[in-house]
């Protein structure tokens, strides 16, 4: 990273709240006032990747939780995808999953609303009866903001966007996001993974999300298997002219139980990820330099279970990550959209 005093414009630094990047926390406070916690749910749905429509196994870096290792359950069966829950008993499991997850932010300086976040598996992938019932319950919720809604672009089909056209209609002035596993827009690479899905999938999908005027977050794997930076950058180069309102910037984690987990076991040579925090920190700085930036950034680096971790260890101290980043990106006066610009202006 070069070392110099740039910095962005004295507007944007007001909007961001300080930090050198757009963050969640300045988007929620710039536009409802206050910061938004997020209460993570697993509502019993599965995964085409899990139950024998694309596989059984999952993506090769997903854990049993379906990426939902902290969320709190609504229930089971989760082979039912939820639609035998009677009504009152839902309504009464849901509400259990929610105060279970409000009490997981005691201690935090939280505002008066926050974000209910359907979070493990897919979460458009199951009936529509049973989707509309779980998604209007958060919605009705008094404190609840919005909703974030976790899935993937294969399993976003016309009855679901319908559906959550309706809703974002009849509960103004909440909000409705969807977010998209995408990971990387290198095919070889999602073949690697079992991603399960064409890049022109997520196209179709995040066009048709546009129309129906739902904000898209997009989830983007750091580190994985045979990608290098270069390869990494392209995808941000790629998300930066797609319609996308958001992003996840994950760190690869190699977790006990998964089919990653086996092979960093046999040949860790192969497994990708960073093996020291400087490395992960000089790709993510790159990465934030060429971002958009008016992308709002949910995430930086993500968390793990430390009793799944098998690599990198480093990145158990999520707040060493973040306090090391934000210390460097000030020292070499790194921001957002950096060289977002001058890419474009070399392009045209």
């Not at 458009?124 to 919605?139: D, M």
């Not at 999300?209 to 990494?232: C, F």
């Not at 690869?252 to 497994?271: A, M, N, V, Y």
Request: overall charge neutral; hydrophobic content about 35%.
């Amino acid at each position: 990273m070069e070392n110099h005093s740039a910095q962005p414009p004295n507007h944007i630094c007001k909007s961001w709240h300080g930090k050198p990047y757009y963050s969640l926390d300045a988007y929620c406070k710039n536009t409802y006032g206050e910061k938004l916690y997020k209460i993570s749910l697993d509502a019993g749905l599965t995964c085409p990747n899990r139950d024998g429509t694309l596989g059984e196994r999952g993506c090769i870096f997903c854990s049993a939780g379906g990426s939902g290792d902290f969320a709190a359950t609504i229930g089971k069966p989760r082979d039912a995808l939820g639609a035998s829950f009677p009504a009152d008993d839902l309504a009464r499991r849901f509400d259990a999953a929610c105060q279970k997850g409000l009490s997981s932010l005691s201690g935090k300086k939280t505002g008066q609303r926050f974000i209910v976040y359907f979070q493990a598996y897919t979460n458009t992938y199951g009936p529509i009866a049973y989707l509309e019932k779980i998604y209007r319950l958060a919605l009705e919720m008094p404190s609840a903001a919005g909703i974030s809604i976790a899935t993937r672009p294969d399993c976003l089909s016309l009855p679901v966007i319908e559906l959550l056209m309706q809703l974002k209609k009849e509960y103004a002035p909440k909000f409705i996001w969807i977010e998209l596993g995408l990971q990387t827009v290198h095919e070889d690479t999602a073949a690697f993974i079992r991603r399960g899905y064409f890049l022109s999938c997520f196209e179709e999908s995040i066009k048709r999300l546009k129309e129906a005027g739902i904000p898209v977050i997009v989830h983007v794997i750091l580190g994985l298997p045979g990608e290098r930076r270069e390869d990494m950058l392209s995808t941000i180069h790629y998300l930066n002219e797609q319609p996308v309102w958001g992003i996840k910037l994950q760190l690869l984690h190699i977790l006990k139980g998964t089919d990653l987990g086996l092979l960093w076991e046999k040949d860790p040579e192969s497994c990708g990820s960073f093996p020291t925090l400087e490395l992960y920190l000089e790709t993510l700085t790159t990465a934030l330099e060429h971002l958009r930036p008016d992308m709002v950034i949910h995430r930086l680096t993500g968390d793990a279970p430390k009793a799944l971790l098998l690599f990198p260890l480093w990145s158990a101290n999520k707040r060493l990550v973040l306090n090391t980043l934000h210390r460097q990106l000030k020292e070499h006066g790194s921001y957002q959209g950096r060289y977002f610009e001058k890419r474009r202006d070399e392009n045209a």
